[in-house]
């Protein structure tokens, strides 16, 4: 009904209704809108018909330039003087422009940067694009081919043995592995990596609903999969992972071999420049140089900070305008600074503008995907607001208790708010005061803005944006941004936002001096494998620092017990644990050197754990973005770090998502035949209520990513296998809702609760 209105209507009256929704008073307006549709229908039906006029006028200008093309054509043939070539011709021109200012206004008008893959209506990948000059040497946005991909080359025709495999790889190596490294990953002839796989590699799965175990990225990672309403074809999400095609023997190969040749040679070249441009993550630029705060460069000086990094350089001025931005930089590199400089420079402006107020208003929030991350923030503001009085920061976090809030929030008013979105949206809904109070918001920043925008969170997200002012600067932060993220950020982001990307199309988000290898082995192997590589660390580098990521959190609980079992100096954070002990442990592992932290992807993002020196993700994580993250918590601040994937055969399909990156297949390490009886024997002293939640978490959390859980039976034949590996001797029993829930009543190898 009510796109029928709006057919109705001219695009005059388009633009009064715009004047009519924006015009409503700040703090959302109403909730329904003509037709009664909602606030985010109605402003999707005005951005598709924005760009369906788009659209139109282009095919029209199009048309024109190929009808003045022929019309010069033809009067080229005929003999005639052309208009555009002879300005003094007696002809008089009609042609507002030439052919060749047409094409450069058309160019200029959509040649913006980083516009080109906004263009792919389809979503598909970024095409590669042509070679295009070294880039500056501040490193920022280069613009050079992305890296071959030698594993769809071979894929396609070029049959490469495990010895030819092997040189190929080397040839890629980032660097020259130290003797120490080769001897850790022997090759273990015994051994091999196909033994267990269970699953053909033709095979695809899909999600359904999650069980209840699975923590935040499970839960995640589910939602993705199940439509949205209210987002069209925004909520379109990744194509889905492919398995890689088997090789193609027959094929003649002296094409692909000599392609691969030239993009070896080309992909070493491109290997030096990151390394050149990866030495430091500062820039030549002086925080006492950026039109900061005095009191501000004093706080920094103090906390050791001089030279700004390459992503606060390039984001300050544009922040410090005034103007929207979303900003894409590399882990570890200095994003948190990068918007807090701006957000104490908009507290300074309006408190200088401002007359005194009994309840000071919020200017700035800043949004959190985890409490940790929340409180990090904080933190790192203090050190920054040190000599700046009367300017304070808050948090507003779950697990913590709300009445607390509330006073903390009556007896000292700040003027910043660092919060996660459940707990902010805990205290809009309940306290009136508290949203009159953000009525004065100046700024708001979403840091791990993907992960944000993300359908895990939102619906919260929609709900908070919707409570605060429109006349605000709205600041996004990640490591990663994935095409969709960016064009949902229109949600948060005004349309005119400048979008700074540090990494530069084409390039890998991770760091050239961070190692990483992925190691293919079945189930029952890995916790022997883990011991094994940890051990192996520990001998190596003295002061060790290690981070294990495990799937779920009551993979997390099990893994950590069993470590500690087998005397590894161990710790655990996961979400099912009450919030001060994972902040006493978040801090302890922060300060400390040798202790391993396992954890699950509460710590993935954004955590700033300094010098870490290894990090083991075990299983496949929900997605290529949060590989990145996880991986992002080593090779901070421009250090050395080092990454391992352990993978069971069928979860092989995973490295398909990031083959992009450089990152190499390691043989399996030689065990110590007795390290199969140690951990047995270990795993037998854990708890059966430990492993029975452990499978249940296992289950949901394979059951809600898309590949794994279409395939119920295989994926109950894969959960029965990790149950052995954890010395179970039958499958747990499931309630028959879980199982219901999950599609999995009735599969064989299931048992349902009586
Ligand atoms: N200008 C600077 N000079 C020196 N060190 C800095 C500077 N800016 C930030 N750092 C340090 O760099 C480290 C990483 O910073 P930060 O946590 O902000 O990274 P990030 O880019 O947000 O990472 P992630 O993507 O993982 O969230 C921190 O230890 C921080 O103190």
Redesign the pocket.
């Known amino acids: 009904m009510y796109s029928s209105i709006l057919r109705r209507h001219s695009s005059s009256s388009s633009k009064l209704l715009c004047a009519f929704f924006f015009a409503r008073p700040m703090g959302g307006g109403p909730r329904t809108f003509p037709g009664g549709i909602n606030k985010w229908q109605w402003k999707r039906l005005h951005e598709k018909k924005a760009r369906e006029k788009e659209k139109r006028l282009l095919d029209h200008e199009k048309q024109l330039y190929e009808a003045r093309i022929r019309s010069q054509i033809r009067a080229k043939l005929a003999g005639k003087p052309v208009s555009e070539f002879s300005p003094d011709s007696d002809h008089p021109n009609h042609n507002p422009m030439s052919p060749q200012d047409h094409i450069k206004a058309l160019a200029d008008r959509f040649m913006k940067e980083g516009a080109e893959d906004l263009w792919n209506d389809d979503d598909g990948p970024v095409k590669s694009p042509p070679p295009l000059p070294r880039r500056p040497s501040n490193g920022l946005s280069r613009q050079i081919e992305p890296p071959v991909d030698l594993r769809k080359l071979t894929s396609h025709g070029w049959s490469l043995g495990p010895g030819n495999a092997r040189i190929v790889s080397r040839a890629l190596k980032p660097r020259h592995y130290s003797e120490q490294v080769r001897r850790r990953f022997r090759r273990n002839e015994s051994s091999s990596s196909d033994d267990d796989s269970g699953v053909s590699s033709g095979d695809e799965f899909s999600g359904t609903l999650v069980d209840d175990d699975v923590e935040l990225r499970g839960r995640r990672n589910v939602q993705k999969m199940m439509s949205s309403a209210a987002l069209g074809k925004y909520d379109v999400k990744i194509k889905r992972r492919v398995m890689p095609k088997s090789i193609d023997e027959g094929d003649d190969c002296s094409e692909q071999i000599e392609l691969i040749r030239h993009e070896l040679s080309r992909k070493n070249l491109a290997k030096e420049e990151e390394k050149e441009g990866e030495e430091s993550i ?1 820039s030549q630029k002086r925080f006492d140089e950026c039109g900061v705060s005095p009191l501000t460069v004093k706080a920094l000086s103090s906390a ?2 001089v ?3 390459r ?2 350089e390039a984001t300050l001025d544009v922040c410090l305008e005034g103007k929207d931005a979303l900003v894409k ?1 590399k ?7 990068a918007f807090l400089l701006p957000a104490i420079e908009a507290v300074l402006k309006a408190t200088s503008s401002n007359r005194i107020q009994r309840v000071p208003p919020i200017l700035v929030l800043i949004l959190c995907p985890t409490r940790e991350i929340a409180s990090q923030i904080a933190a790192e503001t203090n050190v920054m607001l040190k000599y700046h009085d009367g300017i304070g920061v808050q948090t507003l976090i779950g697990g913590t208790r709300f009445k607390f809030d509330q006073k903390r929030l009556e007896s000292d008013p700040c003027q910043i708010i660092v919060a996660t979105p459940g707990r902010l949206l805990d205290h809009i809904e309940n306290k009136g005061s508290f949203s009159v109070r953000l009525m004065g918001l100046k700024m708001l920043v979403l840091d791990e803005a993907d992960h944000l925008l993300d359908l895990g969170f939102r619906k919260d997200m929609e709900k908070i944006v919707d409570c605060l002012p429109r006349q605000r600067q709205s600041l996004l932060f990640s ?1 990663t941004v994935p095409k969709e993220v960016r064009r949902i950020s229109q949600l948060v982001l005004k349309r005119e936002h400048a979008f700074v990307d540090t990494v530069g199309l084409g390039n890998a988000e991770t760091h050239a001096q961070v190692r990483q290898s992925y190691l293919v082995a079945p189930h029952k192997l890995h916790f022997q494998i883990v011991y094994h590589l940890l051990k192996d660390h520990i001998l190596q580098v003295p002061d060790y620092k290690v981070i294990v990521f495990c799937t779920t959190a009551m993979v997390t609980s099990l893994v950590f017990l069993l470590l500690q079992e087998m005397k590894v100096n161990v710790r655990e954070i996961h979400s099912r644990k009450p919030q001060i002990y994972r902040t006493r442990i978040s801090e302890e592992f922060r300060e400390s050197k040798r202790l391993v932290l396992i954890t699950s992807d509460v710590s993935a ?2 955590i ?1 754990y ?1 010098d870490v020196t290894l990090v083991i993700q075990m299983g496949i994580p929900s997605d290529r973005e949060q590989y990145i ?1 996880r991986l ?1 918590r080593t090779g ?2 421009g250090k050395e770090g080092e990454g391992i994937l352990l993978v069971a055969p069928w979860e092989e399909y995973f490295l398909d998502e990031i083959k992009d990156l450089p990152i190499e297949k390691f043989p399996l390490p030689l065990l110590d035949p007795d390290l199969n009886l140690k951990v047995g024997a270990s795993m037998d002293k854990i708890d059966t209520s430990v492993k029975e939640a452990a499978y249940h978490a296992w289950l949901g959390y394979y059951n809600s990513i898309r590949e794994t859980g279409r395939d119920k039976t295989t994926l109950v034949e894969l959960a029965n296998q990790f149950c052995e590996s954890i010395g179970l001797q039958k499958p747990p029993l499931l309630f028959r809702k879980t199982a219901l829930k999950m599609g999995l009543k009735g599969i064989p190898g299931i048992r349902i609760r009586r």
Do not use: F, I, W
């Open positions: 500062l050791g900070y030279q700004m990094t992503v606060q930089a882990t570890g590199t200095g994003k948190s600074a490591a993002r954004g700033n300094p993250h992002g901070r601040e």
